[in-house]
């Protein structure tokens, strides 16, 4: 009810109230579902840097290093750089969006939308 009530000014009349207000049930509870969403995900590696030293490592996970590598390439650069931001350097939401000079809800979105990408990607 809270959630039709913030949305009441955009209610242009020209539907039923009733099936208005069934479609923000639908829209809230496929959000929640998204939001609950268990993705499964392989660890960032912590060093990408050294990427031709294979000193102990198995070949396994020097081309885990590259596969991530080359998926980060793909990225666009304002996702690319918000994924390593705080996925990789571990910088807050809020640190990352002062170094980055954006918003936190800017960082936000383009994680979400680079971990997303890179989940396909490295499928």
Known sequence: MLRAYQLSP???GDC???SWLH???I???LDRARRNQIRACLPMP????GLGSDEGKSAEDLDRKLSV???LRLLPE????AVIAVDMH????SQAAAALGVAEGTVKSRRARARARLERLLA
């Open 10 to 12: 955009g209610f242009r």
């Open 23 to 25: 479609r923000i049930v």
């Open 90 to 93: 571990g910088l807050s939401i």
């Open 78 to 81: 304002d996702q690319r750089a």
């Open 69 to 71: 590598d080359a998926a």
């Open 27 to 29: 829209n809230s509870c």
């Open 16 to 18: 039923r109230v009733g």
């Open 46 to 49: 912590d060093d990408l840097s």
